[in-house]
């Protein structure tokens, strides 16, 4: 899941450098794209470790199918671990999202005050994406961080097995159909012979 926040973020924000960017991209030099991948599992490893060392732990995840946080200990070691782990690995991916889809978008709406025509119907495609990917993101991790958070500061059963079963699948689809709207909405990409 970390993995997928992450990924999303380095993909908006490399996506805000390459349209941004003066000079032609070099189509043969993948050194940016892999430090982009290493970065990002890097950081998202930092993250995952920590339950492994005591800083918090692994449990069963709602109905007990699947493993994740123990969002249902309340003590301060897994408490501090929760609220770090939902600044760190949910607001700021989210606020470098909004940063890098915001500053294009002005990027964008520069150009095309300039130039009119084409570039009013690139504008329209890219806010499309923009505004897909972020309502994508919050549905995806929005309901799935509410129920950790209520879950580990709010009161005890009060998030059942059965109420975790949806959050956590539509956090964990996320990166099935994050690539589709990339695909589908990103023109340079859907144009490929």
């Given at each position: 899941?970390?993995?997928?926040?992450?990924?999303?973020?380095?993909?908006?924000y490399?996506?805000?450098?390459?349209?941004?960017?003066t000079?032609?991209?070099?189509?043969?030099?993948?050194?940016?794209?892999?430090?982009?991948?290493?970065?990002?599992?890097?950081?998202?490893?930092?993250?995952?470790?920590?339950?492994?060392f005591?800083?918090?732990?692994?449990?069963?995840?709602?109905?007990?199918?699947?493993?994740?946080?123990?969002?249902n200990?309340?003590?301060?070691?897994?408490?501090?671990?929760?609220?770090?782990?939902?600044?760190?690995?949910?607001?700021?991916?989210?606020?470098?999202?909004?940063?890098?889809?915001?500053?294009?978008?002005?990027?964008?709406r520069q150009?095309?005050?300039?130039?009119?025509?084409?570039?009013?119907?690139?504008?329209?495609?890219?806010?499309?994406?923009?505004?897909?990917?972020?309502?994508?993101?919050?549905?995806?991790?929005?309901?799935?961080?509410?129920?950790?958070?209520?879950?580990?500061?709010?009161?005890?059963?009060?998030?059942?097995?059965?109420?975790?079963?949806?959050?956590?699948?539509?956090?964990?689809?996320?990166?099935?159909?994050?690539?589709?709207?990339?695909?589908?909405?990103?023109?340079?990409?859907?144009?490929?012979?």
């Open positions: 899941g970390i993995i997928s926040l992450v990924s999303l973020a380095v993909l908006s490399e996506r805000y450098c390459t349209m941004t960017r000079a032609e991209p070099d189509t043969t030099n993948y050194r940016k794209t892999w430090t982009g991948i290493i970065l990002s599992w890097t950081y998202s490893l930092l993250w995952t470790l920590p339950p492994l005591g800083w918090s732990s692994y449990g069963p995840e709602g109905p007990g199918i699947t493993c994740s946080v123990n969002w200990s309340k003590d301060a070691n897994n408490a501090s671990y929760i609220i770090c782990l939902f600044i760190f690995c949910l607001v700021i991916p989210f606020a470098i999202i909004v940063y890098s889809y915001g500053k294009l978008l002005c990027a964008v150009v095309s005050s300039i130039h009119k025509g084409p570039g009013r119907s690139r504008e329209q495609r890219i806010l499309v994406m923009v505004v897909v990917m972020v309502v994508c993101f919050l549905l995806c991790w929005l309901p799935y961080a509410a129920v950790a958070l209520i879950a580990t500061f709010g009161q005890p059963g009060l998030i059942t097995p059965a109420a975790s079963i949806i959050p956590a699948i539509l956090a964990k689809s996320s990166t099935v159909y994050n690539p589709i709207i990339y695909v589908f909405l990103n023109k340079q990409v859907s144009e490929m012979p």
